[in-house]
């Protein structure tokens, strides 16, 4: 049986990616990430969280936390700590026909112990196969209840012939901790920005790491700069991490003014952006701008309460502005939660796309002000200023008709975005324009009468 660590290509050859361009060294610094991660057996608890922590955090600062087993969050309880060490089917001539240590999606994730001998038809109420995808293993999980098994391809299963097969799971369900990671980068305001990505997925690439890989880079291009918001990157286990977090941060959510859920960043779909529950926050507003404004194909969906952690976020005592930002979404492509979620299955150009897409949106939410123009009694004479561009022509010059729509629409009560968003121009040329209007005195920042 082919695995997929054995398949793992060398990111450094990929020719297409020159040395002398920053923008694809960071996608494969990316996928670099992400294939360092990738072996790693993770759960919602256990030491595969905190060795990917400990990976994580050669590269950013991390706050960890661990949260006692047993620790009430809301309406939940932290479970016991899972781990495991190996895990083995092995055939009357005392061969491993089905191994941990190849691929750690073969045994189910937060499985019980087990050492026993059984027959074929016993042990099959036990294997988890995919029969449309033959060589696929599946990823499955048996959270808050008593049950042991392994996950198979079809092929493995149907080469088990009748006989007695030794079963053994080597793990631990303790009473422990549940771990999480925080990345808290002040800026000049105690508003945050909040990215959150889960970290309970084991050998998984779209669905978990490429999530992770993107937050980790984006909160370090932060740390290297100033910023306006405080950023708040959360490695967490889903659902349970959310939970566990919001519970112990309760008083302190007030300061996040926009916030992403980052998943499934790496593979080669269209981008989808799942709305906050709010549906009109600016970061949905943000986020649909800058997707429109790129070029590229893309879908704005509706807030649902299913998905991942903006599910907590988004639950109706907290009702965060936080929406959840996907390349393809999960459960629509066929290697969702299978061993297909692999290497090759993401690419360093698409993880170099979905940085770019949260850069330009945290780079909009920084920028995104309110102005007063100073002279609203007719249009300033711009030309006496420098500031008209004449082109002789006919046509309207691009940078004249973004200083007009900032003029005529910054009157205290319309954001940047506003203005980019009835005028049809992109961000960044109303934003360049109302800075040049700034330095000549003729736009002064609304006091914080805006939103905020
Ligand atoms: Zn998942």
Redesign the pocket.
């Known amino acids: 049986m082919k695995v997929a660590l054995s398949e793992t290509p060398d990111p450094t050859s990929e020719g297409e990616h020159a040395e002398d361009n920053p923008a694809g060294r960071l996608g494969r610094d990316m996928f670099s990430l992400v294939s360092e991660l990738y072996p790693i057996c993770r759960s919602i608890t256990g030491d595969g969280v905190r060795r990917s922590l400990d990976i994580i955090e050669r590269t950013i600062p991390l706050t960890r936390s661990e949260v006692p087993t047993g620790t009430g969050v809301f309406d939940w309880e932290v479970p016991k700590e899972w781990n495991v060490r190996d895990a083995w089917i092995k055939n009357a001539r005392g061969e491993r026909v089905v191994d941990f240590r190849t691929c750690n999606l073969h045994v189910l994730n937060y499985s019980a112990a087990i050492h026993a001998v059984l027959p074929l038809a016993e042990l099959r109420r036990h294997l988890f196969s995919i029969p449309e995808h033959p060589t696929w293993i599946p ?1 499955r999980t048996s959270y808050y209840r008593d049950a042991w098994g392994f996950c198979v391809t079809q092929q493995q299963l149907e080469t088990l012939r009748d006989d007695e097969y030794e079963v053994m799971i080597d793990s631990s369900l303790t009473n422990g901790s549940l771990t999480y990671a925080e990345c808290y980068l002040p800026g000049t305001s105690t508003d945050e920005i909040l990215i959150s990505c ?1 970290i309970c ?1 084991p050998s ?1 690439c779209n ?2 790491l490429s999530g992770i890989s993107v937050a980790v880079f984006l909160a370090r291009e932060l740390l290297g700069r100033g910023h306006r918001y405080s950023y708040r990157f959360l490695f967490i286990p ?1 659902t349970i991490g959310a939970i566990t977090w919001l519970a112990h941060n309760q008083s302190r959510v007030e300061r996040i003014k926009h916030g992403l859920v980052l998943t499934c960043l790496g593979d080669r779909g269209a981008f989808h952006y799942k709305r906050s529950r709010r549906g009109a926050a600016e970061i949905d507003r943000a986020m649909a701008h800058v997707l429109r404004s790129s070029g590229g194909p893309h879908q704005i969906l509706e807030f649902s309460p299913y998905g991942y952690d903006e599910r907590q976020f988004c639950s109706p005592g907290f009702n965060l502005p936080v929406g959840c930002l996907m390349r393809s979404v ?1 459960g629509t492509f066929p290697e ?2 299978t061993s297909a979620d692999n290497l090759q299955f993401i690419d360093p150009d698409a993880l170099q796309e979905s940085f770019d897409v949260c850069r330009a949106v945290l780079e909009l939410l920084e920028q995104n002000r309110t102005f007063r123009g100073t002279n609203p009694f007719c249009e300033p004479a711009l030309g006496r200023r420098g500031l008209y561009r004449s082109t002789g022509g006919g046509s309207v010059d691009p940078g004249n008709l973004a200083l007009l729509w900032v003029l005529n629409l910054a009157d205290g009560a319309h954001s940047l975005l506003d203005i980019a968003e009835r005028s049809g121009m992109a961000f960044p040329v109303i934003a360049a324009a109302a800075n040049e209007l700034a330095s000549h005195a003729l736009l002064v920042e609304a006091e914080s009468e805006s939103q905020r």
């Open positions: 990823y889960h997925h998984l669905d978990n889903g999960w969702y939660h």
